[in-house]
Each structure stands twice: as structure tokens, then as C-alpha cells.
């Protein structure tokens, strides 16, 4: 497989290895998935989680469960719908699963073995195909934020990031992470201000730890306090990954990202969704009516985890036990509230026309 860094390989044995991110940023640890449901449950207990690598590691459990079901297309079939369903709002999860399910059909007259080396090939090819997008996406990124320190005359430039949507989220420079990492390459004096994404932190513990290991500038922030930096004009940029894109350009994100779409508007701060093609789902037009929205655990709101004063990591308690939380993973940013969509074909504006324009091929 192609890439520097990667949030999943294969070993000897063909087994998928993946960073197992629960653990992040105090441990780096690796899982070993061997089947199609130990890949099932990666993806929904949060193993692996972005949409791109959701989508890489829903792919690599249809080339498992072929070699679980030693080439039987039914029970490969079987399991590879239940892969689909593990999780609901990252359309890469499904786009991934039923391009492998397309090429299981079609290759279907194979004997067992071809069959699933054929399914291992095509899943290394989407994880390969990931890397050239994201590099796309770094670039014409990295494009977009020249061009605004040249309109504005700054000699430098703050970012506003929310999750995680960088290595870890998918192959291999991320989608909203990767203008910043080429940003970097290009000696671009750059600073990101990271939300730290509660109630799971995939900023603080994430994209804190990825832009460590790269020595970016950043500072980690509680989600709160981005509407009052844009107005204090701390922020140049705004730019985020996406879960789902309707073809109108509404775009599913973590939670809380429609909030700071809703502050730069306000303050005209520019705000980007970077996103590969397959993050697109062409049937949806009216995303906040349409995209399926993840609904997960209470205790996520309700336990916190961190290292404790002896440097153990700890999982407590922050609310009352007789209180009940309620968890929404994602929100929908309309596309009026979106300066533009960051792609592997370019610029494209957040509307049905432009969407159409660039990716009519594919719809
Ligand atoms: C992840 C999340 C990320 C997008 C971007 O949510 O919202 O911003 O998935 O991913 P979770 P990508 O942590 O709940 O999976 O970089 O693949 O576009």
C-alpha cells in the first residue's frame, strides 16, 4: 500500500492491522482484525473512525469475509450488509462495501482463493486511491490559503480545525489536515486552533497528537470559544472534513460544526469542507432533512478520559448519575453557510449547480 503514514496496513498473514485510536494520545496501540465482524466491530466501537478510513476498513471486511465464507457469495453478502449498517452518517462506509460487493458479483465465477485475493486488491486499491485524493485536496487546499494571505497581505495564518480529519481519518494526509500539512511544506508560517470535539475529543486527542508529530503550531481550545476568536479576528480560515455531502453541498460533520459555520458567517470568516468524492451522496438534496444522523452512547457525554495524576489513564465520571445525556454524532451545515467544498477535481462551490458541473460523471 501506498503512503507515509497510515492508520491501517496489512501483516504477513494478509490480517488488517489498525491504530487503535481509543487509546490515543496517551498509548499507540495496534488491533489485529482478522474476520469480518472483528472489522465490524472496529468501526462501531470506534477502533478506526473518519469517514475515509471507516470506508478503508469497511472494505478490507468484505475481502475478510470472503475469506471467512472461503468464497461463498451469499454469506459474504451476508456479512458484508452488516458491515454497511455499523455505523450511519459516514457515507464512505457504504460507497466502500458495495463497490467491493459490485466486484464480489462480477467475479463471482472465480474459484474461492482468486476471489478473495481479488477482494484484498481492491480494497488496497480504494486505501491507494485515498492517498492521491488527499494529496489532491492538500494541494489545491494549501492553493485557497496563499491565495487569502496574498488578498489579505498577512505573512501568516490561523486555522480553525473541529474533530479529527487528518491521517487517522483517512489515507494519508487527511482531508480538512491536509492544506495544513502541505501549508507546512510549502514554509508557510501556519497555526491551527483545535476544537477540542467533545464529548469524545477527537480533537484534543487527535488532531493535537497528529499535529505534534508533525511540529505544527497549534492550541487546543474548548469548542466554545471559536465564535469569540473569529470576532476578536483570530481566525483566517475555517476548515473542516465531512461525514455526508448532499449534492445541494449541506454537509454532515461532527457535531458542533454547524455551530462554527454559523460564527464565520457572522464575523466573514471563511469556511471550507474538504472532502474526496466518495464523501458525496449524490441521492441527497435537502442534507438537515435527509442525512442520517448517529445517535450514540450517553456515557460518551458522561465519562471522560484522560491520565490521571500517577500518569494512568482514567475514565470518570463529569455528570450526576440520576442526570440523563443525549449523544447526536453530527450535524448538518447547509450549504448557504459553506465559502466552498475543498476536492480532489479543484475548488467547487456548495451549490447543486457546481456539484453537478464537476462531478456529473459520477452521479
Ligand atoms: C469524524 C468526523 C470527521 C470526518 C472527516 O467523526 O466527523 O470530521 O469523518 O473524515 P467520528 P475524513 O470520529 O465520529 O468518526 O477526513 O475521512 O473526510
Redesign the pocket.
Known sequence: MRGKYRALWLDKDENLVVLD?RFLPFEEKTVVIETAKQSLEAIAN?TV???????NVGAFGVYLASRDANGDIDKIEELSKEIRES?P??V?LSWAVDRMLALTYKKRALEASALIETLKDEAIKIADEDCIR?QKIAEYGADIIEEIMLSRGIDSFNILT?????WL??VDS????APIYEAQKRGINIHVWVDE?RP?N?GAN?TAWELSKAGIEHTVIADNTGGHLMQQSMVDMVI????RVARSGDS???IG?YLKALAAKDNSVPFYI???AS?FDFEIIDGVEEIPI?I?SEDEVKFIRGLNSNGEVEEIQIVHSSSSALNY??DVTPARLITGLITERGYCEATIEAITDMFGDLI
Open positions: 485510536q470506534m473512525r473518519g469517514a475515509g478510513v471507516i470506508g455505523r452518517t459516514a464512505n488527499t473541529h474533530c479529527n480529519a487528518g481519518a483517512i487527511g482531508t480538512a489536515l470535539t469524545r477527537q487527535l473542516t472534513g465531512a461525514d454532515a460533520n461532527k460544526t474538504a472532502l474526496p464523501t448517529e450514540r454524532g453530527f
